[in-house]
């Protein structure tokens, strides 16, 4: 069958349904793999013939004061920097527990020793820990409710 092009097409490279096979390219004579597009190679040779220039302007302008470049050298310049915290916590290891390690969490937000962010972060591991419980939990009464039809 003709493509777009008009050029015969093999369809030895698709599958039954109509899809290419893993590995073959519905378009052979396209951009090569790992291949670049010109915006990208022009942005790097920007940056690899002048970047140290352009960061320093960027530091200049934020110095005199201007706020865009304050907020831009701050995203882009400085690294992230994240504090350890560490904060006793009720040790959970049922679905009972849960509730007091909530708790913990919000009491040392609200005492101002964790901000939102961390406590947020917290909680989210206090859920990951309760669905791994339920999780074993409700396989240990699967197979309590297998063995048990088994018997009968």
């Not at 007091?100 to 591991?125: H, K, S």
């Amino acid at each position: 069958m003709p493509d777009r092009t008009g050029k015969e097409q093999d369809l030895s490279a698709r599958s039954k349904s109509g899809r290419f096979a893993p590995g073959r390219s519905g378009n052979p004579a396209g951009r090569p793999q790992g291949s670049r597009d010109k915006r990208t190679v022009l942005l790097q040779e920007l940056v690899e013939g002048g970047g140290e220039s352009i960061v320093k302007k960027l530091v200049a302008l934020a110095k005199s004061g201007k706020p865009w470049a304050v907020r831009l050298a701050i995203e882009r310049l400085l690294p992230k920097l994240e504090r350890r915290v560490d904060v006793e916590l009720s040790r959970v290891v049922s679905a009972a527990d849960v509730g007091a390690a909530v708790a913990d969490v919000i009491d040392l937000a609200a005492g101002g020793q964790l901000t939102i962010e961390e406590a947020q972060a917290f909680l989210r591991l206090i859920e990951q820990q309760r669905k791994a419980i339920e999780t074993n939990d409700l396989a240990v009464r699967l197979e309590l409710l297998e063995q048990s039809q088994k018997e009968y």
